[in-house]
């Protein structure tokens, strides 16, 4: 399964930078980039109406190459100047063609509150996430267990970062929940078959918490999209391709917000 894949990778690429940087090295980058309010990234979110969180990917393994134009700094600053609440930024190397280097510059030109979108199977990543300049990380249900979560919740909260736990089913969300998540994105995208069913957050909603800052994740291409999201009563929306496919993406944004 594709996940695995990107765990695996994951696991061999920290083991690599490890040799590089100690966990005691990383924890001293972790603590000494203070660029970031704490806990920014779930203040962002706990906005009025609808929040958007607007991605940076180049790739997916679901669509390979989705632009080969990679501005990833002017791509972060028109989001900006659009309105995005959070960016994403992809740093997985392999099948996203994301890269740490990314988020690092990005973080030093924008203000807006940095998701770091990756396949978090260590804790190390947390740590390497703030020296980033990230306000936030991903954690996934699918990838880890609900006591792991907890664990990776704790490191997060020391660190005054926000975890994005993702579920994609009734039983990933009551392990988010067990967890102690206080932010959860529902995937619509099926990641055993890629296959997207934008009605998914939108049906699952209802075995969240009303405290719960919900997540719409993948698959929203339109204003109508939305609205279906945002009536359903979720507190944001993650938008990667449809943003990445713009030519005028500042244009895209407004007008999935429903401003033009
Ligand atoms: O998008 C994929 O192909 C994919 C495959 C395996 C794991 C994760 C994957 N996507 C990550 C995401 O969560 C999306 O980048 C994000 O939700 C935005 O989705 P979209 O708006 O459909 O680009």
Do not use: W
């Amino acid at each position: 399964m594709i996940l695995d894949e990107l765990a695996n990778s994951a696991r061999k690429r920290i083991a690599e930078q490890k040799k590089r940087f100690s966990l005691e090295e990383m924890k001293e980058l972790a603590k000494s980039n203070n660029t970031n309010t704490p806990f920014a990234f779930e203040k962002a979110l706990r906005k009025e109406g609808l929040a958007f969180i607007c991605e940076v990917k180049k790739a997916s393994p679901s669509k390979s190459i989705i632009t080969q134009d990679f501005p990833y700094l002017e791509i972060a600053k028109e989001y900006e100047q659009g309105g995005a609440d959070c960016i994403s930024v992809l740093t997985e190397p392999t099948k996203f063609l994301g890269r740490d280097e990314y988020l690092a510059e990005i973080s030093k030109q924008v203000k807006s509150p940095l998701l770091r979108k990756d396949f978090t199977v260590d804790a190390y990543m947390i740590y390497q996430a703030k020296a980033l300049g990230a306000s936030a990380v991903l954690l996934i249900c699918a990838l880890l267990e609900t006591d792991t979560l907890k664990q990776y919740i704790k490191v997060c909260d020391n660190l005054g970062l926000s975890a994005l736990v993702e579920a994609h089913d009734e039983t990933e969300i009551a392990s988010a929940v067990k967890a102690g998540a206080r932010i959860i994105g529902v995937n619509n995208r099926n990641l055993k078959d890629f296959t997207v069913d934008i009605q998914n957050c939108v049906r699952l909603k209802r075995y969240i918490p009303k405290d719960v800052i919900t997540i719409g994740e993948s698959g929203i291409k339109t204003a109508t999209d939305i609205a279906k999201i945002r009536d359903a009563g979720l507190d944001a929306v993650l938008i990667g391709e449809t943003l990445m496919r713009a030519n005028d993406k500042k244009k895209e944004l407004e007008a999935l917000k429903g401003e033009l």
